[in-house]
């Protein structure tokens, strides 16, 4: 269907007689010029729908459908991503590097850069639109509904259970945002005209908006204003822990804190807080959702200054 009176009018266009095919995705460059998504087929126009070439899709199960100039697209379904250079009348796959068959439901872009991730999955991301890829949260299922990029830095993944989740560093590192607890809602829907401003809906039937850019769901308690006598980062409890544990740590000097977890071989899993803050005695509760079972290293830092602990995660 379409409008061109802001949405209080809609006209049914082309339902392609003959074909069972469901649009589970479309992309238009501008008002004339789009491609619809189906099952086996690509369907493009150039006169804003009036009528629409068919092209075969080669795969089954097909989700979200993106074109970044009247050439060259992607569309992302069940555990693959097809590229076109030719308008859409031919795609090839990108192979990317999965070892299941995860559900891409939608594709994250800006510029060349592409990202998808799926039910269960880490995030996978190409530089190059699509002709390579890489598995930029190994160790780690992420998981993805709804997925949206503001930059090349900033983005959001919506999740089961009125998860949200936002990266500032590409998709390398995610944080939990806040977000209405009243609803189990699956965030299938996500988009930002900028890095402060944007919305999301799924399941709950709300359409949810921000202006400043989310809210981090991590919250620093501060137990005691007193300036303590030195920097000090106690061990989580409990330890081990399923999903959820505490950590504590205190602050001599004003400054800039960064609250990091790493892998055994050294690489980042996840970021608690990067942030200012002041002297005093502080407690954080960490929700390690995002981690699977194994033994981490957590590191408080700032300036030269550092200390580290280890946990252990048992799910």
């Known amino acids: 269907m379409k409008t061109s009176d802001g949405g209080n009018n809609w006209s049914v266009l082309s339902g392609r007689p003959g074909s069972i095919t469901a649009f589970k ?10 491609w619809f998504l189906g099952t086996n087929k690509v369907f493009r126009t150039f006169n804003g729908g009036n009528t629409l070439d068919s092209f075969y899709a080669p795969w089954f199960t097909n989700n979200d459908i993106y074109f970044k100039d009247i050439n060259t697209g992607v569309f992302c379904g069940t555990g693959r991503a097809f590229k076109s250079t ?10 990317v590097p999965v070892i299941a ?20 999955s880490p995030v996978f991301r190409s530089s190059d639109f699509g002709d390579t890829w890489v598995n930029i949260t ?8 709804g997925l949206h990029f503001v930059n090349d830095s900033t983005g959001f993944i919506g999740r089961s259970r009125q ?5 500032t560093d590409g998709g390398f590192n995610w944080q939990v945002q806040q ?4 609803h189990n809602n699956l965030i299938t829907s996500l988009s930002f005209v900028n890095d402060s401003v944007g919305w999301y809906c799924g399941t709950s039937g709300k359409i949810y908006k921000t202006t400043t850019g989310g809210q981090w769901l991590t919250k620093i308690r501060l137990n005691s204003a007193e300036v303590p006598d030195a920097f000090e980062l106690q061990q989580n409890y409990p330890n081990p822990f399923n ?4 950590i504590g740590f205190s602050i001599k000097n004003h400054g800039h804190y960064r609250l990091e977890v790493y892998d055994l071989l050294g690489q980042s899993a996840d970021i608690i807080f990067d942030r200012i803050i002041q002297p005093g005695v502080y407690s954080v509760s960490y929700e ?12 408080l830092y700032s300036d030269g200054l550092y200390k580290a602990r280890k946990f252990v995660i048992l799910k």
Do not use: C
């Open 86 to 95: 030719d308008g859409g009348e031919n795609w090839f796959d990108t192979n």
């Open 25 to 34: 995705s479309l992309y238009f460059l501008n008002r004339d010029s789009g």
């Open 243 to 246: 999903n959820s544990t505490e």
């Open 288 to 299: 390690a959702s995002i981690l699977s079972s194994g033994v981490y290293f957590y590191r």
């Open 138 to 145: 190994p160790g780690r299922q992420i998981g993805s509904y």
């Open 163 to 167: 998860n949200l989740i936002k990266t």
């Open 101 to 120: 068959y995860h559900v891409f439901m939608k594709l994250g872009h800006y510029g060349n850069n592409l990202w998808v991730a799926g039910g269960g």
């Open 179 to 182: 977000t209405d607890t009243t």
